[in-house]
């Protein structure tokens, strides 16, 4: 199986009927997003959205993050999803490998991520990849 990893420039009917296939398959309380939505990330300064293709279909996807803060130039990777079909096939290590390619040619210090503890396999392929677990505590506000 050949992964192919693109950026994502502009959206079509393609992108957007893959993003509703994927996106219930990372979370059950997000709608897929629009294709205005998509759209907004793809012209947004900071974000980088991956697709990952076998054989011209869009198997996964993922958006990077970069952003300067005080402290340097940081990376964030963020909705890490890979078709139920295409699990075990090398699709998320290598779209993973290409956004940390990304993030270091940008000059990013360090490229973070989290992931849920019941993700095993996501988990064993983050630390494959040289991702190492803090110690720190995540905390999210959502009262805005």
């Not at 779209?95 to 396999?121: C, M, Q, Y």
Request: one cysteine or more.
């Amino acid at each position: 199986m050949t992964v192919e990893v693109s950026v994502l420039e502009q959206v079509d009917n393609d992108v957007v009927d893959a993003f509703a296939r994927l996106i219930p398959q990372l979370s059950r309380s997000s709608p897929p997003p629009t294709a205005a939505e998509l759209q907004a990330i793809v012209d947004h300064q900071a974000c980088t959205v991956l697709l990952a293709r076998v054989d011209g279909r869009i198997v996964g996807a993922m958006t990077l993050v970069l952003f300067p803060i005080p402290t340097g130039l940081r990376a964030w990777i963020e909705d890490v999803v890979v078709d139920d079909d295409a699990r075990g096939h090398g699709v998320g290590a290598t779209i993973n490998r290409a956004a940390i390619a990304i993030a270091e040619r940008a000059g990013a210090k360090t490229v973070d991520l989290t992931s849920r503890p019941s993700r095993e396999a996501a988990n064993r392929l983050y630390q494959r990849l040289g991702f190492v677990a803090r110690e720190t505590n995540v905390y999210r506000y959502t009262g805005a």
